[in-house]
């Protein structure tokens, strides 16, 4: 499995920027895909998750109502759309895939670092 997220960029506070993963899987549907950010000197957090089959969102308290997770099975790609940014969402962002009978995530993306300007 192979991950390849793009989309990061420079923004000010109140824009909006749209991030996307594209997998190298076989079957999309099989899997869950989660969004994390890691800000500089602080641990990696949860943002987000889809379940690619049935597109069942789950979001972190601090995104909920400004971060949309959705999915397009024909392209085999995730996307984390970012609304009303903050200069506390600046963070390098990973998408992860962890198969859906499984709890853990195993294949990660590169990262894609989002600086917002305030």
């Known amino acids: 499995v192979q991950l390849q997220a793009s989309g990061g960029g420079l923004v000010q506070a109140g824009d909006s920027l749209g991030l996307s993963c594209a997998a190298s899987v076989r079957t999309f549907s099989n899997y869950v895909m989660g969004w994390f950010r890691q800000a500089r000197g602080k641990e990696r957090e949860f943002v987000g998750s889809i379940n690619l089959s049935i597109g069942r969102t789950v979001y972190a308290d601090s995104v909920a109502g400004r971060f949309t997770i959705s999915r397009d099975k024909a392209k085999n790609t995730g996307y984390l759309q970012m609304d009303n940014l903050k200069p506390e969402d600046t963070a390098i962002y990973y998408c992860?895939?962890?198969?859906?009978?499984?709890?853990?995530?195993?294949?990660w993306g590169q990262g894609t670092l989002v600086t917002v300007s305030s």
């Open positions: 992860a895939l962890h198969h859906r009978s499984q709890a853990d995530y195993t294949s």
